[in-house]
């Protein structure tokens, strides 16, 4: 196979493009398709100072790599999670990408922040690690972006990622997760200013073009030394299922997942606008993070403070939340 773009011998083969590249052309390619996602969903300026969600995977070092390259403001931010060896080694790598492009990463801790780790969280309230975990990230690196001055955060989702979650929504029918599923969440403000104003900033995914394998071949291409083992707690992850289950269609037929994907963004999202919620948004009586006031006469306390003050009640009195099965989703 020859390179699309060169005709010199191609290093891989994108078949849902029908085309292959040479090392060079793929690099091009896979950042001109970044490129054409910023461009396309106005996800952000060339004066906007970017924060970088790393987990030291090839996805998160790829999409701040392509950014540094770009020329863009883009910090990294590692959030420790505490998952034994899996942590260290994830962190090392963020580090050693940034000494190595000379880029500047914040490093905080769910430990130092908070007074407890991934794994204790999820032995404390009974819940699982991945649902604790998730809101741990959304919590912290809003908060980051916030304290630190950032206009947008991105992540690294890739098209696997958005096509799987995308799967599983549908086959769930969650239409408030289908309202919320876009490569770019415009910044939203709540309140009026002052102490009753609270934010959640930009968040924005322009890696949603690339695919899982081609940012793993990017990686390699530019010699970035990520980490590949995936976290240990997520065996059994549904998220994998969906994606075992769409990579065998993509083989089937390529081009699959981005029909899906991007066929739903233009055809299929509108309609499932986020309803107004039922209850106002409102600051966190605790910490001042968006949360919804119920008419039910509590304070609003978010579920970041309730998750946290349930942990520790059950470490003061030595107890861990009761084991539980599988959750029923909420609607
Ligand atoms: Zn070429
Ligand atoms: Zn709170």
Partial sequence: MKCKVCSEHAVIDVRRHNAGFCQSHFIDHIKAQVVKTIKEFKMFEPEDRLLIAVSGGKDSLAIWDILLDLGYDATGFYLDLGIGGYSTRSK?????????????????????????T?????????????????????????????????????????????VATLFGNVLHWQTEQLGRQAPMLEERVFGEGGDAKTVLVRKVKPLVRVAERESAAYAVLKGID??????????????????????????????????????????????????????????????GAPTLQWDDGKLPICSFCKTKTLAERNKLEGKTGAPQGRRRRRR
Wanted: glycine letters at 8%; a negative charge; one cysteine or more.
């Fill in 92 to 116: 090392e790598a963020s580090v050693r990408f940034a000494d190595e492009r000379g880029a500047k990463l914040i490093v905080r801790s769910l430990q130092q922040e908070h007074g407890f």
């Fill in 118 to 162: 991934v794994p204790e969280l999820s032995r404390l309230t009974g819940r699982v690690p991945c649902s604790g975990c998730g809101l741990n990230k959304r919590y912290e690196f809003n908060r980051a972006a916030l304290e630190e001055g950032f206009q947008v955060l991105v992540t690294g989702h890739n098209l696997d990622d958005e």
């Fill in 226 to 287: 990520y980490i590949v083992e995936e976290c240990p707690m997520v065996e059994g992850n549904t998220q994998h299922r969906y994606k075992e289950a769409m990579t065998m269609l993509e083989e089937a037929s390529p081009g699959t997942k981005a029909q899906l994907y991007f066929g739903f963004l233009k055809k299929a999202s509108h309609r499932f606008k986020e309803e107004e919620a039922d209850a106002p948004v409102v600051p966190c009586t605790s910490c």
